[in-house]
């Protein structure tokens, strides 16, 4: 197994190029979200974040996962990385995947209420071709869905989505 030694500011973080949970470790980002930190996004966007999607994050922060494909009724997607969340992105070289910098940059196209205080959609993960993976919270501020976001086919206050799964877990399970 080969070492890997990164700096990112003062720190300097091992790692270890394999696998770790279905992710490639070497494209994990460091450092790794704390529960504070999650608890600090999940007010902002007034959500809550699954579980399960939560245990991933503190593990594999905006990693690539080795089954990146997944299919949904006749269309065959692939993901390139998860989005991360970091502290401060803007002192991070891998920031442009925090959730904060894509959702900022999307906004008004992943929302279809002008009024909505908080997250519609979450964009979670790009996908090849510039769309991304969301958790869907229109229908439940508690339990989202998962959905694709299409760039190609949604404006403002009009985000065009296509249903995956009812939940983070049952998305995980698609991908092969």
Wanted: hydrophobic share 40%; aromatic share 10%; glycine share 4%.
């Amino acid at each position: 197994m080969l070492n890997i030694h990164i700096s990112i500011g003062n720190e300097r973080i091992l790692q270890r190029r394999s696998t770790f949970n279905g992710n490639k470790k070497d494209s994990i980002i460091y450092p790794l979200p704390s529960d504070n930190l999650l608890a600090e996004k999940e007010a902002f966007w007034r959500v809550k974040l699954p579980p399960d999607y939560k245990q991933m994050i503190k593990r594999n922060n905006g990693a690539s996962p080795e089954a990146k494909a997944f299919k949904v009724k006749s269309h065959s997607y692939v993901l390139i990385r998860f989005l991360c969340i970091l502290e401060a992105p803007e002192n991070n070289e891998a920031g442009t995947f925090d959730i904060d910098v894509t959702w900022t940059q999307l906004e008004d196209r992943l929302t279809d209420d002008g009024d909505l205080l908080g997250v519609a959609l979450l964009p979670i993960a790009t996908l090849f071709a510039g769309d991304f993976v969301c958790l869907d919270y229109r229908n439940s501020r508690d339990n989202p869905s998962v959905c694709v976001w299409d760039h190609e086919n949604s404006a403002e206050l009009e985000p065009n989505t296509y249903p995956v799964a009812d939940t983070f877990k049952e998305f995980l399970a698609m991908l092969h």
